[in-house]
């Protein structure tokens, strides 16, 4: 069954993005995104974080092809998911739904990333988070002349 427990609260966060963790504790990230019971899901932006959601996924009544199935439709909204690990057949569904999924070689915290995602985004980002994102980019003249019409 998939519930969502969603966290109440005044945002004040611009151009955020989702991310979710595959955790067993909800302070690492130490879950296998195929055996992940729950997900816990921050809004992320240049402000920094905070936790937006957690996501339990209980697919003990489900057939291994409709687990992944139902983790990629309970993550919708999401745009990266990191896991400890994810096979490769699950690794292009959660692609193909337009999530980016990274692994850790080990149990991480959870803390430490989105620390990592804020400072990354405040320095020079890649192209595919500032996309995530929508971030401004440095004016282009080639707009001006839209603009002057």
Request: aromatic letters at 6%; one cysteine or more.
């Amino acid at each position: 069954m998939n519930t969502k427990i969603s966290i109440e609260g005044k945002s004040t966060m611009n151009n955020a993005m989702k991310v979710a963790f595959a955790s067993k504790d909800m302070e690492e990230i130490n879950a296998h995104f195929g055996g992940a019971k729950e997900f816990v899901v921050y809004n992320v932006s240049k402000e920094g974080f905070e936790l937006c959601e957690v996501i339990k996924t209980d697919t003990t009544n489900l057939e291994d092809d409709d687990k992944t199935d139902f983790r990629v439709r309970a993550l919708k909204g999401v745009s990266i998911m990191y896991s400890e690990s994810i096979g490769g057949t699950a690794a292009a569904k959660v692609i193909r739904a337009g999530i980016h999924p990274m692994k850790v070689s080990e149990p991480t915290l959870i803390e430490d990333v989105l620390k990592s995602l804020v400072a990354m985004i405040n320095g020079n980002p890649p192209p595919w988070v500032k996309q995530i994102i929508q971030m401004k980019t440095e004016h282009d003249v080639r707009q001006d002349r839209w603009a002057a019409e």
